[in-house]
């Protein structure tokens, strides 16, 4: 397997404009800030600039002057950041409402079935009745098994695994193995039934950091396991010649879409060297969609269940997005991640 060929020098000058670019966008305490955060904290454990954490801080910190907004469940995804800032000054504070975002998600958070979270976002004007939405495996599934190991708290770490097991159940095609949008559990339908690129990202990349925190002798492992293999060997080979993936990942006729690829990558990246030829074509192509200021190019804006694949084609991905800055940020990073860790 041919080894990952980069320059590490430019890797972490593209992550610097990438952060500082995040960080002349305006965020709410809602899931956009949250993913873009994400990224930002990915790119400190991966470089460890200390900038990056005084940035992070600073926004949380003016933040929570106002106190802690109305949760939902992907208003959760800031929680990330609060876990990073806890493990890196071991202040309290952020431990404390991480803990209450967590508690939130166990007792109040609207669930169906087998328990899974009903998607909820930060408006009164949108609601999706028993509707799970690939999303929730990264703004609160993944949140509530970092606290749990971190915490010891087996309730939130179970509860974390309950939503991967949930949403595989209801997302995953047995057949095909690629992870669906969304589900309705009322109508028992898979909506407009499409394999969209960001949904494989958030289950793809979520899946792949949880199996380097839940431990090989607990049964989810190798639930989690399979699930990502499968569909990992299905995404790869559906890898456009530019490196990235289509927006509906089986369909050529719809555009590249620049944070999908990321977070597919990423998770690839995470196999070690089994996948490093798809790693290296990915890295091409999402360093040829960052701008000389940091802009991460050609992101679909923020994409509901669409009712067929029209309307996932119709998504526009003119503008900067804070999912595409945190995707790409965490994909450059596990770059330098896999050459301090080769296997």
């Not at 009322?186 to 949880?210: D, E, K, V, Y």
């Not at 989810?220 to 530019?242: H, K, P």
């Not at 798809?278 to 669409?306: E, N, W, Y």
């Amino acid at each position: 397997m041919p080894a990952l060929v980069f320059d590490e020098q430019e890797i972490k000058q593209v992550i610097d404009k990438v952060v500082h670019r995040t960080f002349q966008m305006d965020f709410d305490w809602d899931w956009p800030g949250g993913v873009a955060f994400y990224g930002v904290t990915e790119a400190y454990e991966a470089t460890g600039n200390k900038e990056y954490l005084a940035l992070l801080k600073a926004w949380v910190d003016e933040k929570l002057e106002d106190g802690l907004p109305k949760l939902s469940v992907n208003g959760i995804s800031i929680g990330h950041t609060l876990l990073t800032l806890y493990k890196a000054t071991g202040e309290q504070t952020y431990m404390d409402i991480a803990i209450q975002m967590a508690e939130f998600l166990k007792h109040d958070a609207e669930r169906f079935a087998e328990g899974v979270f009903q998607h909820t976002v930060n408006s009164e004007s949108y609601n999706f009745p028993q509707q799970a939405w690939v999303d929730t495996m990264f703004m609160a599934g993944y949140f509530l098994i970092r606290i749990g190991a971190m915490l010891d708290r087996e309730d939130y770490l179970e509860d974390g695994l309950k939503q991967y097991h949930g949403h595989e159940n209801y997302l995953q095609d047995p057949v095909t193995n690629l992870y669906y949008h969304g589900w309705d559990h009322l109508a028992q339908s898979r909506m407009s039934g499409i394999n969209w690129a960001r949904g494989n990202a958030w289950a793809a990349f979520t899946m792949a950091r949880a199996l380097d925190i839940v431990h090989v002798t607990h049964p989810s492992f190798m639930i989690i396991e399979g699930s990502l293999r499968d569909q990992l060997a299905a995404l790869v080979r559906l890898q456009t010649e530019n490196g990235l993936w289509h927006t509906i990942v089986n369909d050529p006729d719809s555009y590249e879409e620049t944070s999908g690829s990321a977070g597919i990558a990423a998770a690839l990246a995470a196999q070690g060297k089994l996948y490093n030829k798809a790693v290296q074509k990915a890295l091409h192509g999402i360093l040829d969609k960052i701008a000389p200021d940091g802009t991460v190019t050609q992101v679909s804006a923020g994409t509901a269940v669409m009712r067929d694949a029209d309307g996932y084609k119709g998504v526009p991905h003119k503008r900067i997005q804070g999912w595409g800055q945190g995707l790409a940020l965490a994909f450059l990073s596990s770059v330098l991640q896999h050459r301090q860790n080769p296997y």
